[in-house]
């Protein structure tokens, strides 16, 4: 299986944000992410943590998958304000992906 590169998550990642993030984010959310992006927003790649079991409902190889967020970094260049965790498949052919929306 050939793993998605940083940035093919990360576009991958921010277009189904763009997409979606009307229908799952609080107005708020949405104009403080719209204000901010250009000076603070950030797409990252981290590493794939091990409870999306918790989020999803079902176990996974984390190798199988990467994780995005999606969000607003402070004055230490740390993500601070995350509006959204993506957790993506590697497999192309039917790629599959689980999001956590802020509350």
């Known amino acids: 299986m050939k793993k998605l590169t940083p940035d093919e998550a990360i576009d991958i990642a921010y ?3 763009l997409e979606i993030a009307g229908e799952n984010l609080d107005p708020a959310d949405i ?5 901010q992006f250009e000076d603070r927003g950030a797409v990252e ?4 943590a091990d409870n999306w079991d918790e989020e ?3 176990l996974i190889d984390p190798d199988a998958f990467v994780e995005v967020w ?7 260049d740390e993500m601070d304000d995350v509006f959204a ?8 052919e039917n790629r599959e992906y689980h ?5």
């Open 56 to 58: 999803i409902g079902t």
């Open 99 to 103: 999001v956590v929306w802020k509350e």
């Open 45 to 48: 790649m981290v590493e794939t």
């Open 31 to 35: 104009l403080l992410f719209n204000l």
């Open 15 to 17: 277009d189904i944000f």
């Open 70 to 76: 999606v969000g607003l970094v402070n004055d230490q």
């Open 85 to 92: 965790k993506f957790l993506i498949s590697h497999e192309e």
